[in-house]
């Protein structure tokens, strides 16, 4: 019965170290995933900084919470500090994690640990909490909540973890973005030799704090599996573009003089396509993308529907491919602009047995970007499968934007639609 009971235990210790999320799960946390459980293991048992960028509704906090948890338990002797963006948000994270520490699962492991005792909380506020397993002489609390702009002056912690420190103010406002920057960068002074910085949330802007923290890893809306497509077709329509690009795509898309403000419909119809044009934006070095967009013209509900994709570099690396694409979706003629390469690239389509057109291109981007692609952005549907930096490079789009190949390329389209006899 003792050795039945060893190895119940020590299963149980395994799962905290292998599957905390199973733990999240027992405590309560019933959404937690197999994915979740990598992102509290790497809080819990790495050794490097970390930084987690998870879109909204990725339960990052709430494997937060577990994280801390199982940290108080697991390293009893290592303290923590974790700051939030003012002193009244740090209450709810103090409460979660209370709460998986009164749980049936954290009080088994616990008594499986160290020998029969029994887990107690016995300082506990808004603001701070400690354990009976915590051995400090320093009179410190095991977990301290803060404020980012209340004085850290000598405090220290092995732990210092942030949590959504950047918010949409940092996105609107440069002195706040900087105000932000400077009170992360005191973080250093009060980390303990060997210790560790963990940072979780959302970036809002280019030049937020993101900018500094060290090994990001990103998980948007598309790559969780969290949500599905309907959600985040719905999501993307109740909110202005900017917003949804900054919390579930974890990009920076540029509301100020943006052109395009409203958010961009999608449809999985492919056959929708079939029949249409393709343009190629071509790049021939440098930074610049190449663009390829695919579009059709529907005469029943004046609709234009259009795909995109979205090569770094050089078009000759990507001409196979883009071919494949229009092959997939039956948009021929592929149309091209002479004036860059004298034919260069209608040569090469026409190399390969493929049917292109050439043509001169008189008119000044802005203006063609303004006058076709804004004046049809009502009734444009982008095919699901468009590159996201696509549609990005779209909704970004000023006159001083740095990339503007596929909105140029998405009004070339637009352009051979409106002028056709319709």
Known sequence: MAEKKQKKGFGLVRTAMDHPERIGRAAGFRDLTKLHGEWIREMVFGTADYTLQAHRGSYKSSCLAVAIALILVLKPDRNIIFLRKADNDVS??????????????????????????ELEVPVYSSDHLSTNLWTSPMGAPQLLGIGLRSSITGKHAFYVITDDICNITDRISRAERDRTKLQYDELQNIRNRGGRIINLGTPWHKEDVFSKMPNIHKYDCYSTGLLSTEKIDELRAAMAPGLFAANYELKHIASEDAMFDTSPVFTDEEEMLRDGISHVDAAYGGRDYTALTCGKLNYNDGKLYLYGRLWHGHVDKALDEIIAEADRLMCWPMYCEENGDKGFLEQEIFKRERWSSGYPEHQNKAVKIASFLRKWWPRIVFLRGTDAEYIDQIMDYTENAEHDDAPDSAACVCRYWDERDW
């Open 92 to 117: 709810e994270m103090l409460g979660m994690v209370r709460k998986i520490l009164d749980s049936d699962i954290m009080h088994a492991l616990v008594n499986i640990l160290y020998d029969g005792r």
